[in-house]
Structure formats: C-alpha cells, structure tokens
C-alpha cells in the first residue's frame, strides 16, 4: 500500500475511534500483566469473566502468590491451558517481587524474562499500561496487515517490524489496538464485512466482497 494511502488509512480509524480500548478488563499494570497472560489462545470475554472475582481479591503480586497455585487454578479454570497458566502466573508474581520491587518493568526484555510472557503479551502491556508505542501481532492484526497489504509479512514479528516502518508516528501508540478491533469485528476471517469497512477503498485485498 502507499504511503500516502496508509497515512489515509490510519487517519479515518482515527476519526472513527479516537482512544481505542483493549477488550481485557485490568484495574492496574499487574493485573493487566496477568490478564493478557491468560489471554493466549483465549477470548477476552472468557478471560474478563475469570478474572474479574479474581482480581477483586488479588491485585497485587503478593496477594496473587498468597493465593497459591490450587487456588488460583480454580479462579481460572475455565481458561484454556488454565493449570499451565497458573503456574506461569505464580512463577511471574515470584520474580516480580523478588527482581523488581514487586513492579512490572517498563522494557520489553524485562517482561520477556518472566514465565509465561513472549512478544507479543510484553507489547500489550507495554502499550497500554505506559504507553509506549508497540505493535502486538495476534491473529487479527496479522491477517489485516497481509490482507490489505499495509504490511505483509509470512511471521508475525516481520508484520510488526514492517508496520512500524510505515504507520506515521502520530497513529502509532493506537495503532494495534485499531488493527486489532478491524480485524475482530469488521475485516473477520471467514466473511469480511467489506460493505461497512470505512478503508475499503484504501485496501488491496483481491478476495473483497463485494461493497
């Protein structure tokens, strides 16, 4: 797409959604930590309905370790890979506590080091707890970046790097969260909704339903 074309492109899911919200619900930097965590191969929705009583109880690391991990297992069990997750979420609460003063870093290394976070959740909190400018790649924003050729890309980490290349500085802070909710809710997987998209014009997707 050119460059011109994506500056258009950023500019009217602006307008449209001038402060994105992610979909996962989180009371502070922790608890968003430890929900994006659970989020893997899960929904938002499953996720928020755990972690809602959850987080009303523990919403720090020390309260979430004092829990356990049988307990918190039974919180979370209607999340995927739930047992896996538990452990991961005790193990992170351990090294918060014991290497950052009980506070979430603030750099992607950082976050990368404790259990159960990769990439992409370390962008997440990275963007929405401080801010910072990244771009998460999940199934959605990967299909949108390849369908409308803004930033194709065969590996996620190569559509990231490429939309950062090219989404104007101003638009980047909200930029996946905007991806994200297209994808989700209008350019879906199986039937985009081509007839309501406010970019279709812009976009170079050869399967395009009809508008």
């Known amino acids: 797409m050119k460059k011109a074309d994506i500056s258009e492109f950023f500019r009217r899911l602006h307008e449209n959604d001038p402060e994105p919200k992610g979909e ?10 430890v929900a994006v965590v659970l989020s893997a191969q899960a929904t938002d929705v499953g996720v928020n309905k755990a972690t809602g009583p959850l987080f009303a109880i523990a919403d720090t690391p020390e309260k979430m370790l004092a829990l356990g991990e049988d307990t918190l297992r039974d919180y979370i069990k209607t999340i995927g890979l739930y047992k896996t ?11 918060l506590i014991r290497d950052h003063n009980s506070t979430v870093p603030q750099t992607r290394e950082e976050l990368e080091k404790l259990a159960g976070v990769g ?3 370390a962008n ?3 963007n929405i707890a401080f801010g910072q400018p990244t771009i998460a790649v999940d199934t959605h924003l990967f299909r949108v970046g390849n369908r409308t050729r803004i930033a194709p890309g065969k590996t996620p980490l ?13 638009y980047l802070r909200h930029a996946h969260h905007w ?5 989700r809710y209008v350019c879906k997987a199986r039937k985009p909704e081509c007839f309501r998209c406010i970019v279709a014009d812009l976009c170079e997707f050869k399967g395009k339903v009809a508008l």
């Open 179 to 183: 991806l994200i909710l297209h994808g």
């Open 85 to 95: 997750k538990a452990k991961n979420v005790i193990k992170l609460c351990e090294a």
């Open 24 to 33: 996962l619900d989180y009371v502070n930097p922790f608890t968003l930590l």
């Open 119 to 121: 990439r992409k959740t």
């Open 158 to 170: 190569e559509v990231e790097k490429k939309l950062e290349k090219r989404i104007p500085k101003e």
């Open 124 to 126: 997440v909190v990275l």
